[in-house]
């Protein structure tokens, strides 16, 4: 809603003041523009079992998409888009039984983007909003340490069958940073920061030997993203 009311002030504001002579050229650089971004994520997550905290290992995956530049202002825009986004997270316990998770998201930023001129050929942008997510699948597999029995299971509740119980909705915040070079070539760095507890209040493991059920299980989506990409 912000973002909205700010969209139709600054353009109130741009079309009261724009001259006859200069109205071409400020409707061409103010233009919306798309692209397209994929790359490599570092995705992991921030887990507390019963209050104390787990540090789980990075899962590397990947993110692909497509974006919008919405011009609010020379030298700012609102960059919204979809993506298609693996999360997760991988863990080894005591009895080095390997847990890996693997939901896959589709994901909605809303980002506030200011663009620096650095030189003709090259602006830096840097980026902070919300977003929002909905899990499409994905699965989680434990695995014993000699790697011969897993059992893999959904990741997302379905009534009925064992899972992990995992939440479908998800909303946090998004940092980033980029270059754009001759103003289509994109390289940049994103972190998203989870808000919400995607877990249910009980977490089941079915492991190759035993179940595992831990109450007041909490866990956060972190990731890092690296993103190349392309703007028409």
């Not at 030298?75 to 847990?99: R, S, V």
């Not at 001759?182 to 919400?196: F, Q, T």
Request: glycine share 10%.
């Amino acid at each position: 809603m912000a973002c909205a009311i700010l969209s139709l002030s600054v353009s109130a504001q741009n079309t009261s003041s724009s001259s006859s002579s200069s109205s071409s050229k400020g409707k061409s650089e103010l233009s919306t523009t798309f692209g397209i971004r994929a790359g490599l994520t570092l995705a992991n997550q921030s887990i507390e079992v019963g209050g104390t905290s787990v540090s789980p290992d990075n899962r590397t995956t990947f993110h692909i998409g497509i974006i919008a530049d919405i011009p609010m202002a020379r030298n700012f825009y609102i960059e919204t888009g979809l993506f298609l986004q693996n999360k997760g997270f991988k863990m080894t316990d005591a009895k080095n039984n390997k847990l890996t998770c693997k939901p896959l998201y589709l994901e909605l930023p809303v980002l506030a983007s200011c663009r620096l001129k650095l030189s003709d050929a090259m602006q830096l942008q840097l980026n902070a909003g919300p977003y929002i997510a909905h899990g499409l699948g994905g699965k989680a597999e434990l695995r014993s340490p000699d790697g011969h029995a897993s059992i893999e299971n959904d990741v997302f509740y379905h009534e009925g069958e064992v899972t992990e119980n995992y939440n479908r909705f998800d909303v946090g915040l998004q940092f980033g940073a980029g270059f754009i070079v001759y103003k289509h070539y994109y390289i940049g760095v994103s972190y998203d920061l989870g808000l919400i507890n995607t877990q249910k209040n009980v977490l089941t493991v079915v492991g190759p030997s035993e179940n595992i059920t831990a109450g007041g299980f909490k866990a956060k989506n972190r990731s890092w993203a690296i993103s190349l990409g392309y703007n028409f």
